[in-house]
T-cell receptor, first 110, second 113 residues
Framework: DAKTTQPTSMDCAEGRAANLPCNHS???????VYWYRQIHSQGPQYIIH???NNETNEMASLIITEDRKSSTLILPHATLRDTAVYYC???????????FGKGTLLTVNP | KAGVTQTPRYLIKTRGQQVTLSCSPI?????VSWYQQTPGQGLQFLFE???????NKGNFPGRFSGRQFSNSRSEMNVSTLELGDSALYLC????????????FGSGTRLTVV
């Protein structure tokens, strides 16, 4: 399984951009990078995924380095409700599973 | 549309008993996965089913089993419960083919006493 490394915690001021990094240097060529977040005691929520190109949706943007060994999730205007644990997880091919690490606890401060 | 539904939400069982948890995926989703979440081990993959076939299995003992029905609904069973099985059990569904994000349910909180 591809291993991921994320900061244990990060802080962000409300209204500012939150940039969450993830290192996935052992990612396979056919694996996508998925990002999820989990608010306390709820099920994880899908945010975004990408293979090679940068991606954007209504929730966030995903920047993947050219060598695919790392990525950054960007929440453009963080709100208090974005306080959660954020996970990046490579998945794809014949894997059919998500491998979660410890994730990053993002705290958005007023 | 309705999300992933897991029942029951909470469950208390005694050591040695068995338990069955249920998951109804989003309509049209053919893949159902199960995860166990504990404070010590975090989120761990149990198994994944697609069209009634198990496509992948995590590193859990044989006491943990699952199945999927023709309507894509899934159940997981844990036999001979141990205290360490106390956890939040999460079910997730996806279309099953192609690169799609999984939609998770709210989970079943199992407490073994």
């Amino acid at each position: 399984d591809a291993k991921t490394t994320q900061p244990t915690s990060m802080d962000c001021a409300e209204g500012r951009a939150a940039n969450l990094p993830c290192n996935h240097s052992t990612i396979s060529g056919n694996e996508y990078v998925y990002w999820y977040r989990q608010i306390h005691s709820q099920g994880p929520q899908y945010i975004i995924h990408g293979l090679k190109n940068n991606e954007t949706n209504e929730m966030a943007s995903l920047i993947i380095t050219e060598d695919r060994k790392s990525s950054t999730l960007i929440l453009p205007h963080a709100t208090l409700r974005d306080t959660a644990v954020y996970y990046c997880t490579p998945s794809g091919g014949s894997n059919y599973k998500l491998t979660f690490g410890k994730g990053t606890l993002l705290t958005v401060n007023p | 549309k309705a999300g992933v539904t897991q029942t029951p939400r909470y469950l208390i069982k005694t050591r040695g008993q068995q338990v069955t948890l249920s998951c109804s995926p989003i309509s049209g989703h053919r893949s159902v996965s199960w995860y166990q979440q504990t404070p010590g081990q975090g989120l761990q993959f149990l198994f994944e089913y697609f069209s009634e076939t198990q496509r992948n299995k995590g590193n859990f003992p044989g006491r943990f089993s699952g199945r999927q029905f023709s309507n894509s609904r899934s159940e997981m069973n844990v036999s001979t419960l141990e205290l360490g099985d106390s956890a939040l059990y999460l079910c997730a569904s996806s279309p099953g083919q192609g690169a799609y994000g999984y939609t998770f349910g709210s989970g079943t909180r199992l407490t073994v006493v």
